[in-house]
């Protein structure tokens, strides 16, 4: 607002100094232009007569003034713009508990207000530091109170347990998985009595983002055991020797806490065919594992080893021995249904526009695997955001946004499928390989 409009609205009002409305422009250009008289043309107002945006504006104003008590009145009501003034009222007063409450509430009720800063000064914690003689105390705020524990929650973040209901689609598979895996976990009696153990090898391949990883984890929350999801680095070491160590002690904690579920992701990284490798290291390392892996020389009862590959031509053929990895699962992209189902979990928890047809878009999404669902969605909820933040409110995401994803995101599972087709064509020993064979046959894509 220039000077000259300024000056007219403050001539006016010094002829109506009642008209309410009057009274409200000017603070709101006095405070929009940093003049500090904008909380001396509040004096007359009261919270009864104005408006909740308007409060919230007065409120602010009289903080900037150092005024707590008259801002506090005028930081009444539930709308979440006065509630994020609220708390910085109440933050300013060192009521740090009921700022923290009033911040959630405004962020609860409109996303776009959050402000990290202000978080970061609510949830800062209060040291005092005592020295030894007369010294002062030191009074330290900070919002860094990593401790061992923290410190471990972050290198090794704990994953909540999930069943299959968790994941969508594969509903052969989970069939298959629930027959020969968690059934003899569930009944071990009836199983010993036909001398079949609780346990084994079975080995998942397929394209990569198709819920290989998930499928594991919802094993091993179907079968109420512990789960040790073991990555390549937990395994492999520079210093000879050092890999096998890692890798028995590894498979000494599953035995020492069954029923337990090994999971191996990238199982080619440790069990690659010895003839490819020059490496006597990696050949030693291939032989510690299925040395593990043979029920005669350990007892494997109660632990089940699930691993996941790309690439399971790389594997050495000693691990498809019955007794290791006796049974291969091929996890294929999910198909219409499964999408379906993939796209309205992915949705869940979202603020979503009730237009949204997931049944439609699943039928626009052939060949994308459940990585590329959620990136799609994902995606979406970019657009969204972006949308909330134009508009300075929640916007859910629609149809709009789905569709508009789509043009962006294209399915990673064909360059696979034309790999494993070659593969499957000229090396299928004893058809391990006629799932794939079958899947392209029914696509089209053979």
Not at 50 to 77: H, M, N, P, S
Not at 172 to 198: C, D, G, M, S
Not at 208 to 230: E, S
């Amino acid at each position: 607002m220039d000077e000259g409009t300024l000056r007219s609205l403050l001539e006016a009002l010094v002829v109506t100094p009642d008209n309410t409305v009057l009274r409200l422009a000017v603070v709101r250009a006095l405070h929009g232009a940093g003049d500090a008289r904008a909380a001396d043309y509040t004096v007359p107002l009261t919270p009864v007569v104005v408006q909740a945006a308007d409060r919230a504006l007065i409120a602010t104003v009289l903080l900037r003034a150092g005024d707590l008590a008259r801002a506090l009145a005028f930081a009444e009501g539930a709308e979440p713009e006065i509630q994020l003034v609220r708390a910085r009222v109440l933050h300013a007063q060192g009521d740090r508990s009921g700022a923290l409450a009033a911040y959630e509430a405004a962020v609860g009720g409109n996303p776009t207000l959050e402000d990290r800063e202000l978080r970061g000064w609510l949830a800062a914690s209060v040291r005092v530091h005592a020295h030894d003689g007369d010294g002062p105390r030191l009074r330290v705020v900070s919002n860094d109170d990593t401790d061992r524990t923290e410190l471990d929650r972050l290198l090794h973040p704990s994953q909540p347990a999930i069943a299959f209901a968790d994941v969508g689609g594969l509903d052969e598979i989970k069939a298959q998985i629930e027959k020969r895996i968690i059934l003899p976990f569930q009944k071990p009696a009836l199983f010993a009595r036909f001398k079949k153990k609780a346990g084994g090898g079975i080995l998942m391949y397929g394209p990569p983002g198709c819920g290989k990883t998930l499928l594991a984890r919802a094993t091993a929350g179907q079968c109420k055991a512990t789960f040790f999801n073991i990555a390549i680095e937990d395994v492999l070491d520079m210093w000879i020797g050092e890999s096998e160590r890692k890798l028995h002690a590894l498979f000494e904690n599953a035995r020492a806490a069954t029923p337990a579920v090994m999971f191996f992701d990238e199982l080619e990284a440790l069990a690659g065919k010895r003839q490819h490798t020059r490496e006597a290291m990696s050949s030693k390392l291939v032989s510690q594992f299925l040395s593990e892996m043979d029920g005669f020389v350990k007892n494997n009862a109660g632990v089940l080893i699930l691993a996941a590959s790309n690439v399971p031509w790389a594997i050495d053929p000693a691990f498809r021995r019955p007794g290791r990895f006796d049974r291969v699962l091929f996890v294929p992209p999910p198909d219409r249904a499964a999408r379906d189902a993939i796209l309205a979990l992915s949705l869940a928890g979202r603020p979503v526009a009730p237009d949204i047809d997931t049944a439609a878009i699943a039928a626009r999404t052939s060949g994308f695997s459940g990585a590329d669902l959620e990136n799609l969605v994902d995606t979406a909820a970019d657009g969204a955001i972006a949308a909330s933040l134009s508009a300075g409110t929640e916007v859910p995401i629609d149809h709009g946004h789905l569709i508009a994803a789509l043009a962006e995101i294209k399915p990673t599972t064909l360059e696979w499928l034309a790999t494993a087709r070659n593969y499957a064509r000229t090396g299928n020993e004893g058809g391990q390989y006629d799932d794939v064979l079958e899947f392209l046959r029914r696509h089209g894509k053979s």
